[in-house]
């Protein structure tokens, strides 16, 4: 705990919003892919289906899918919004260093510049730390949404197959 909070001072005041998001989106990345996984744990059925089965798996899949896609709406505007607080984290944190420039001379200038960059990178770091693997966690969930929309269409067309003379 208290490494968060010393990356949360060494990172500036952006860091408690980049922190704060970075829990709300992990919060609803991983609900989303606890989801899922049920969802799909649901809909698995033998390898022979009635008719009247098939239109409810088919219905549910389309019920599921579109879930999926709003959460990946929000899911993508956290995302996008976690290395623009980074940015913002560094403009703000490159503003303190050049004020912290002209206002020293000698060696405290040279306290302030290095303090002000270790602001802007960690700010940087810690906003691109939280897009990228969220990006990926969405991505796994896109990859489960489709795989079972082939499992369906597997089973669709065996049900065809089954029903042909």
Avoid at 23 to 45: D, G, P, S, T
Avoid at 53 to 82: D, P, S
Wanted: hydrophobic content about 45%.
């Amino acid at each position: 705990m208290k490494d968060l909070l010393d990356l949360g001072a060494k990172g500036g005041p952006v860091m408690i919003a980049i922190m704060g998001l970075s829990v709300l989106l992990y919060a609803r990345c991983f609900h989303l892919l606890l989801w899922l996984r049920q969802e799909r744990r649901h809909l698995k059925i033998g390898p022979h289906v009635s008719p009247e089965q098939l239109r409810v798996l088919h219905r549910r899949q389309q019920e599921v899918q579109e879930a999926f896609r709003q959460q990946r709406g929000v899911l993508g505007a956290m995302i996008a919004a976690a290395p623009l607080l980074g940015l913002l984290g560094t403009v703000s944190g490159m503003m303190k260093t050049f004020n912290s420039l002209a206002e020293r001379v000698g060696e405290k200038s040279m306290e302030g510049l290095a303090h002000g960059i270790s602001e802007v990178l960690v700010a940087t770091e810690s906003g691109l730390a939280v897009a990228i693997p969220a990006l990926l966690l969405v991505y796994l969930a896109h990859r489960m949404v489709h795989r079972g929309t082939q499992e369906l269409n597997q089973l669709e067309t065996g049900a065809v197959e089954g029903l042909s003379p």
